[in-house]
């Protein structure tokens, strides 16, 4: 069965950093492509970076710019997201999905994690 699972999140003050990780179970992500999403309460799912399967290069579908980077450990089967120079704005649920191919949408990916806090404040 096909399983992921986000770990990593929790309560950091602004300007901090934090390391997301998905870990997958059921199948190996490097030949998924995986994305990294995140949802504030009472807003839409937002896209933040998407790594490619095989090569995992990294596709910004989301024109998100500078503080995030994903990477991909293969040995771990796991991909992380790199959070820097956090704002309070970045608080968020974030969430981890793998699809065939990255998506400038969420819709087509049908493997979820269950998703990690993030919270941003001082």
């Known amino acids: 069965q096909l399983q992921l699972v986000e770990s990593g999140g929790g309560l950091v003050q602004p300007g901090g950093s934090l390391r997301l990780s998905c870990a997958a179970s059921?199948?190996?992500?490097?030949?998924?492509?995986v994305a990294w999403f995140r949802q504030a309460p009472g807003k839409e799912r937002e896209g933040l970076l998407c790594l490619s399967s095989g090569s995992g290069r990294t596709i910004n579908v989301y024109s998100l710019k500078g503080r995030f980077t994903i990477s991909r450990d293969n040995a771990k089967n796991t991909v992380y997201l790199q959070m820097n120079s956090l704002k309070p704005e970045d608080t968020a649920v974030y969430y981890c999905?793998?699809?065939?191919?990255?998506?400038?949408?969420?819709?087509?990916?049908?493997?979820w994690g269950p998703g990690t806090q993030v919270t941003v404040s001082s």
């Open positions: 059921g199948f190996t992500l490097d030949s998924y492509a």
């Open positions: 999905a793998a699809h065939p191919l990255c998506s400038s949408s969420y819709l087509p990916y049908k493997h």
